[in-house]
């Protein structure tokens, strides 16, 4: 059990400039955590860090988590507080839009999605694993498209379905780290309206509903798995 009264905590999030990365980040300055964020918009990302930084330290640091340059630089953030309690792992793209057969997919493209939704993540838990202590908690946001057959998701439903196995053989490797590979469900957010080009996704639920559940595994005490954001909560 994580118990923020007694210590400040670290955790990294990728994404934060938006959408679920965004309303975490808020969750957790609000709780008093250490918070290093990064986003590929750097206007974005400053905009979030200086709400957050009205209530705890963050520290912004822009650029492409599939950038080794960049994942260095979180890591050399991330040693100045000596270690890591939390990675999420959020940043993703979805492809092109409108998404494309996988018959008619641009291979350039689809290698593109791998690098960010699949490599990075992993790439930047090892970069980070020098910081992640026993108990430390690896949150990787992935999807329904990673495991059900979703007409025009096969890009984006691949990746994360090779990220979730990932995560599942990361877990056995290192069982004593929580390692979560978390489906946060449909949201109203800006990639997901991408997804569905000229749709009205105002149904939607806001990505804030989704944070409860996520909440829960990084305070909790859940074994390593899959779950449904919106189920815990």
Do not use: C
Not at 87 to 98: D, E, H, K, T, Y
Request: hydrophobic share 45%; net charge negative; no cysteine.
């Amino acid at each position: 059990m994580v118990d923020n009264a007694t210590s400040v905590k670290t955790a990294v999030i990728t994404g934060a400039s938006r959408g679920l990365g965004r309303a975490l980040a808020r969750q957790l300055a609000r709780q008093g955590w250490t918070l290093i964020i990064d986003a590929r918009g750097a206007q974005a990302l400053e905009a979030v860090r200086a709400e957050l930084a009205q209530q705890t330290e963050v520290v912004a640091i822009p650029g492409d988590v599939a950038d080794s340059a960049h994942r260095e630089a979180l890591a050399q953030a991330v040693q100045r507080f000596g270690s890591l309690d939390v990675l999420i792992n959020n940043a993703s793209v979805l492809g092109p839009s409108p998404q494309p057969a996988l018959l008619e997919y641009p291979l350039d493209v689809l290698e593109q999605v791998y690098r960010v939704n699949t490599l990075a993540p992993l790439a930047l838990i090892q970069q980070l694993q020098p910081f992640l202590q026993a108990g430390a908690r690896i949150l990787n946001i992935t999807s329904d498209a990673a495991v059900e057959g979703y007409e025009g998701w096969g890009g984006y439903g691949s990746s994360k379905a090779a990220l979730e196995q990932l995560s599942h053989i990361l877990s056995v490797e290192k069982s004593d780290w929580r390692v979560y590979w978390v489906d946060p469900g449909d949201m109203n957010t800006e990639m997901h309206q991408a997804a569905f080009p000229g749709e009205d996704i105002s149904d939607r639920p806001l990505p804030e509903t989704s944070v409860p559940g996520l909440m829960r595994l990084i305070e909790g005490d859940y074994p390593s798995g899959r779950y449904a954001a919106r189920t815990l909560a």
